[in-house]
């Protein structure tokens, strides 16, 4: 198993770009969700998906769209960025009974700039 | 809403010295889940334990302990004789019964002076 996978690792973009953070996971969790990382601020929701076809917002979803087409890849867009987008992004996946699952699997981070 | 409070932003020692970070949560829900989360310099995210709200039991794993009491809401994590290698940011968080994500804490600084 890979685990949880998301490519870029660095990204620079310029202001008004658009890129899409990718996201996969193999373990067949229903569960995926995405974190931003700023220093001094913790682990932030960003979005979550609880099954293909099913998406919703978290703590800061503002500037970021994502959508879950297949169970495994929950890729996040970033229409136009802006510097305040500067920061770590972390995807994370779990089943989705909360019960049953040890702990949401993080991705290793991908580090966007935006100058 | 919930609510995760780290209030010690760094905490530097000496090696071998004990060490304790300090967390406290809030929540209405009676179903819950805390964690612990080490993030080295490299930058990865390491999962250390889950607590459901219904177990109590303090946990033990070779130098690392927690503490988890409802009445106080708080879950407190040491470390035993710390060693440089434990140098690295914690981070504290909750997880509740629904969809909703991690609501983390804002992460202590740990620093272990040889």
């Known amino acids: 198993n890979a685990g949880v996978t998301q490519t870029p690792k660095f990204q620079v973009l310029k202001t008004g770009q658009s890129m899409t953070l990718q996201c996969a996971q193999d373990?067949?969790?229903?569960?995926m969700s995405w974190y931003r990382q700023d220093p001094g601020m913790g682990l932030r929701l960003i979005h979550y998906s609880v099954g293909a076809g099913i998406t919703d917002q978290g703590e800061v979803p503002n500037g970021y769209n994502v959508s879950r087409s297949t169970t495994e890849d929950f890729p996040l867009r970033l229409l136009s960025a802006a510097p305040s987008q500067t920061s770590v992004y972390f995807c994370?996946?779990?089943?989705?009974?909360?019960?049953?699952?040890?702990?949401?699997?993080f991705g290793p981070g991908t580090r966007l700039t935006v100058l | 809403a919930q609510k995760v409070t780290q209030a010690q932003t760094e905490i530097s020692v000496v090696e071998k010295e004990d060490v304790t970070l300090d967390c406290v949560y809030e929540?209405?829900?009676?179903?819950?889940?805390l964690f612990w989360y080490k993030q080295p310099p490299s930058g990865e995210l390491v999962f250390l334990i889950r607590r459901n709200s219904f177990d109590e039991q303090n946990e033990i794993s070779g130098r690392y302990s927690w503490n988890f009491q409802k009445s106080t809401s708080s879950f407190n994590f040491t470390i035993t004789a710390s060693q440089v290698v434990d140098s690295a940011v914690y981070f504290c968080a909750l997880l509740l019964g629904g969809a909703d994500g991690l609501t983390f804490g804002k992460g202590t600084h740990l620093i272990i002076q040889p």
């Open positions: 929540t209405r829900d009676t179903t819950y889940y």
């Open positions: 994370a996946s779990s089943y989705l009974d909360r019960a049953s699952t040890d702990t949401q699997y």
């Open positions: 373990m067949n969790h229903e569960y």
